[in-house]
């Protein structure tokens, strides 16, 4: 396990959690790097495929700024939010970081709330995954970060229960740490999805 | 009622072909005798805590070991059937479908169900104790990547026996994989097969980037670090880029079969050649990924069998960074045909052949460790030989490939079957091999009899020439790979024949290897110090097998080739006078569970059965959220029982 002390130093004697939680981060953000080049090949995919509409409805026709705006601003929000959890964690206030996850979860459910819409709406339009190649290359891309974000709500439920019954330690300071680090990540993703997805879509 | 149940056994069930029926007997025979002997000899328990549920990075490399060297067996059989097909004209020995099936389990087994896990045994084998550290970095995920590779190399075998194997090649291209034209579960058995598989490796590439990174000894500088670590390093890189492209290639082509979307399909505005695009962005790195770490290994034996130093140090580490980068701007060399353009395949044509550069620098560097070098022929060091002019011979008829105009000439021709093999065969299984026997004594406290192992290199070596050196006039000739047969008019017949002559040949190789490691078990020369070879690096410092924890007090590191430095300064002898409790990881079963989960969520998707898939996903996330919640995970050795342990393993400290 952590090892970076080398034996028989006379300061050896102290536990080694604390650089074994930051090893886990440096892993987690790697796995990230990962996920990034997951999302960049459906990207490229969509890219190839966006134009692809086989006599289908086109993105122009079927995108609805209103929603989408709205689902960018939720989830800036709770990204925001997110960060406040962060900030609450460093200052030692478990009861404030715990509220500033639920809200950020709330947010995150809302979003997720919004394109299930969406997807349910285009649906009944008859502009399902098995319409086009570009249909398909749509709802497995949006549909792929809004698994993600859902992983991530749940992942941060299950922290909260742990930050009630343990409070702030090292192993649970680390998990707020990595769940906020992915947070911000589909963040980021949604930021692209937005740009290559709805705005180049509907120009 | 009856008939229902007798309809769906028909179609569950592969029937009809003696070949299937002998491995159904054999199948049921091999879980009967492992149930009786575990039964009868009460070892449940054991297997259970000792290898089911072990963190122990030494017991993951046993245990993925063991996996690969079964389907190397499985791989090399598929291979025998080719060749006895093939051996002479009109055969009919295997029907069409049953060849495409054949040869389509056989290129998938042997690079991702044979030569990846055998990589990753020789990582956790080996990459911790040269490190200097007591265990990978995250233990936990080591055991679940590989019981993930386990459960998918088992589901895709299963494909044999049960609803149909894939028979799309072994990159399985659209539309061949559509359902359009493979309606029925094989393609899935090959998706879910490998994405379970995959994610395990991708774990891993994760898991020993970071261990690389953070957990050397104290003093152990990059530069200081054996040049298998960093083969493990560059090949790490390559998997952490290349295999979340599998992911989503692989999940594309699913949800084109599984909810007619239109990635890949001929209709609906799907573009084939998109995925043979991506597959080999994958797939290209892939064989590098391979073939790294077998680079690493020769750096090691080279040096220990020759006595010296490893010449140009600095250049294998600056060539193996470089091939794990252009390994990624190669990829359209896969098909120069597809009409991209003169310029398109002049970049790739380039880049390819520039890979060459930093190989070849290794190979000079390998010759120059020997030159003058005190030459010692152990097993480890003859494949290590024999490697050597395979490469060569292999890496030239690359870059005759690699020339597009000419490709035009060789696509999809037997030279390019001949070329490939020489290459993986020649490199990654010598090299691999090369490497289960240097490291062998030291996971297992003895050494593989060299006699046996004689005979099993010379069976080897000239049935790899006698098969493949008549492939390369066999593609001249004309003959297209994925033929099944071909009439006595071609001429072919001579060349084939003594080419599935080889491929036998080798197949005894392989024979004499079991007979040898089962010969070895018994008789095998038993390791006592701990450092058979006169190794150079710290795994050779600690007793064979090394305890659970490795290095009872973490060494310190001077010089790299360390415990060469510390044997010639005497410091070898040395024994601490105190020992300090160590920070283990406990056992934990969530791995297993978790990926008996995974399989039956896999086996539910490849059927199209959500009853059976959607209970599995969720037992893979109730695993998820059992680990999370668990935070009793590590436990200390004691420092009585670790001077304990040493004094029994070392004798007098």
Known sequence: ?203 | MLDKIKDFASTFFVTGDPLIYGADVSIALTMIAILFVLTYYKKWGWLWKEWLTTVDHKKIGIMYLISSLLMLFRGGVDALLMRAQLALPNVEFLNAEHYNAVFTTHGTIMILFMAMPMMFALFNMVVPLQLGARDVAYPFLNALSFWLFFMGAMLFNLSFVIGGSPDAGWLSYPPLSEMSSSPGVGQNFYIWGIQISGIGSLATGINFMVTILKMRAPGMKMMKMPLFSWSVLSSCVMIIFAFPILTVTLALLFLDRFLGAHFFTLDGGGNPMMYVNLIWMWGHPEVYIVVIPAFGIFSEIVSVFSKKKVFGYKSMVFSMMLISVLSFFTWVHHFFTMGAGADVNAFFAISTMAIGIPTGVKVFNWLFTMFRGRIQMKQPMLWTLAFIPCFVVGGATGVMLAVAPADYQYHNSYFLIAHFHQVLIGGVVFGYLAGIYYWWPKLFGFKLDERLGKWAFWLWNIGFYLCFMPQYALGFMGMTRRVYTYGWDMGWAPYNIVSTVGAFMMGIGFIFQVWQISYSIKKGDRDLTGDTWGGRTLEWSIPSPPPVYNFAVVPEVKEQDAWWDMKEKGLDKIRPDHYEPIHMPKNSSIPFIMSVFWFVAGFGFVFGWMWMAVPGMIGVFGCLIARSFSYDTDYYIPAEEVRETELALRGNV
């Open chain 1, 1 to 203: 396990m952590a090892q970076t002390a080398a034996a028989g130093h006379a300061d050896h004697g102290h536990d080694h959690h604390e650089d074994h939680e930051g090893l886990k981060v440096l892993g987690f953000w790697i796995f990230l790097v990962t996920d990034c080049i997951l999302f960049g090949t459906l990207f490229a995919t969509y890219m190839v495929l966006r134009t692809h509409y086989d006599g289908g409805p086109t993105g122009a026709e079927l995108f609805e700024m209103p929603g989408v705006i709205a689902e960018t601003f939720i989830l800036l929000t709770s990204s925001f939010t997110s960060g406040l959890a962060t900030l609450a964690m460093h200052q030692g206030k478990v009861k404030s970081l715990i509220n500033w996850l639920i809200v950020t979860a709330v947010l995150g459910a809302a979003f997720i709330g919004l394109e299930v819409n969406e997807f349910i709406n285009l649906a009944h339009e008859g502009a399902t995954i098995s319409r086009s190649a570009f249909l398909s290359a749509f709802f497995t891309l949006v549909g792929t970060h809004g698994l993600h974000v859902s992983i991530g709500l749940g992942w941060m439920v299950g922290l909260m229960f742990q930050l009630k019954r343990r409070g702030i330690t090292a192993v649970t300071k680390r998990k707020v740490t990595t769940v906020s680090l992915y947070w911000h990540f589909l963040d980021v993703i949604w930021i692209f999805l937005l740009t290559v997805v709805y705005l180049m879509g509907v120009m």
